[in-house]
């Protein structure tokens, strides 16, 4: 393909944004709203083997609209560091990362109740840039009939106060009272969470 001078520009215009409707629960987890047989199971149901190492958890997740109801058709995705605070990425493979461990998962809600459960391991600290250390945490990625883009948040654990403390992204969040939000709470390998998507409780979420 050759330039022509002066040649008329069509640039592409972005496409609108369109909600998460009834699709994506059949598209990415078929086996969660009764459509069986397209996969042995859902892509991300298993994050964890036996040969894992690190404290097997338990994360349960409810996401709540404005006027506090549950929402009972969001889906979930969590992407975390493993033990020793690195990724199953290609980066992180050549190193010591625990290849045993997927480091994603992916949820439906219980259409009963709402509830996201996750069998995974509690993550590591992890190195930000600079050479700080971040807090152990969990990214997470929401979306829901009525959300037009993904949600993106975190998820830090109520019993690593210290590390919390000195987590670099944490300390960027001007209202501090917010940091609240992003706290799960549990004892015994079993966590917690309630994330709000409006309110006086909303969760914070990250521009990214």
């Not at 050759?2 to 409707?21: D, K």
């Not at 709540?64 to 690195?86: H, R, Y």
């Not at 840039?129 to 948040?153: C, E, S």
């Amino acid at each position: 393909m050759t330039n022509t001078p002066n040649a008329p520009l069509y640039p592409f215009r972005e496409s609108p944004s369109q909600t998460a409707g009834p699709y994506v629960h059949i598209g990415l987890t078929p086996n969660a709203c009764g459509i069986i047989g397209v996969y042995g199971e859902d892509l991300g149901t298993a994050m964890v083997t036996d040969a894992t190492k690190g404290e097997r958890i338990t994360l349960e997740l409810r996401v709540f609209d404005g006027g506090g109801a549950a929402l009972k058709d969001v889906l979930v995705e969590i992407w975390q560091a493993d033990a020793q605070g690195l990724y199953n990425s290609p980066a992180e493979r050549r190193g010591n990362a625990d290849l045993t461990f997927t480091g994603w998962g992916r949820r439906a809600a219980d259409l009963e109740t709402g509830v996201l459960r996750f069998e995974t391991i509690k993550p590591g600290p992890i190195p930000f840039p600079d050479g700080r250390m971040q807090a152990p945490h969990i990214n997470v990625w929401i979306v829901a009939r009525g959300i037009n883009l993904g949600l993106n948040t975190r998820i830090y654990f109520r019993d690593e106060a210290e590390a919390n403390a000195d987590d670099p992204v944490l300390a960027r969040i001007e209202h501090s009272d917010r940091i609240e939000t992003l706290l799960a709470k549990g004892a015994g390998g079993n966590y917690s969470l309630d994330i709000h998507l409006q309110g006086p409780r909303e969760t914070v979420f990250f521009d990214i």
